[in-house]
């Protein structure tokens, strides 16, 4: 069935790294733009990151500008966040999603925690 | 950036009544609107978009209305399931600065 599902979370230290993966199924993810949306514990949803759906357009919140970066594999049907320089406010559930600048498509998250 | 703001932050329904929740934009944002709905522990859920426009398989007693800065999602009829937090999100901004409200609950009276 059509899905996308998240994985590379868990616990890390302030300032280490982490690199989140969404593998999609069910349809042509090439076809797709995409976005990741974060949603700390409690809180409300932050748009993190856009990736057009051949790579070749990105951008950022100004949260995680020059921190994070996006990529995807077209031929493996994944989409990717490396997160480096992570800081306390970066925990969140990461989720990747279909974007039409709304997002009708969501995985089911992936738990980042930054803490020492 | 523009700013949501949702109101109330809290809304107290009886089964079967309806549900109005609010969402203002700092600046216009013509009709490019949505609306989800998050239950504990699950990913949000689009309801609405393009402001008033229902995503495939929700029902009808979901309905949006509003355009520039004035938007209102209504819930009809409230059934046990409909209770949940609900955010509303702006993708008029280009480049893309996507952003949402800090969302309503609606709650069980």
């Known amino acids: 069935q059509v899905q996308l599902v998240e994985s590379g979370g868990g616990l890390v230290k302030p300032g280490g790294s982490l690199r989140l993966s969404c593998l999609a199924s069910g349809f042509t993810f090439g076809d797709f733009f995409m976005s990741w949306i974060r949603q700390a514990p409690g809180k409300g949803l932050e748009w993190v990151s856009y990736?057009?759906?051949?790579?070749?357009?990105?951008y950022y919140a100004d949260s995680v500008k020059g921190r994070f970066t996006i990529s995807r594999d077209n031929a493996n049907n994944s989409l990717h966040l490396q997160m480096n320089s992570l800081r306390a406010e970066d925990t969140a559930v990461y989720y990747c999603a279909r974007d039409y600048g709304y997002f009708e498509l969501w995985g089911r998250g992936t738990l980042v925690a930054v803490s020492s | 950036e523009i700013v949501m703001t949702q109101s109330p932050a809290t809304l107290s329904v009886s089964p079967g009544k309806r549900a109005t929740l609010s969402c203002r934009a700092s600046q216009s944002v013509s009709s490019s609107l949505a609306w989800y709905q998050q239950k504990p522990g699950q990913a949000p859920r689009l309801l609405i978009y393009?402001?008033?426009t229902r995503a495939t398989g929700i029902p009808a007693r979901f309905s949006g209305s509003g355009s520039g800065t004035e938007f209102t999602l209504t819930i009809n009829s409230l059934q046990s399931e409909d209770f949940a937090v609900y955010y509303c999100?702006?993708?008029?901004?280009?480049?893309?600065?996507?952003?949402f409200g800090q969302g309503t609950k609606v709650e069980i009276k």
């Open positions: 999100q702006q993708y008029n901004a280009w480049p893309p600065s996507w952003t």
């Open positions: 990736i057009s759906s051949g790579g070749s357009t990105i």
């Open positions: 393009g402001a008033s």
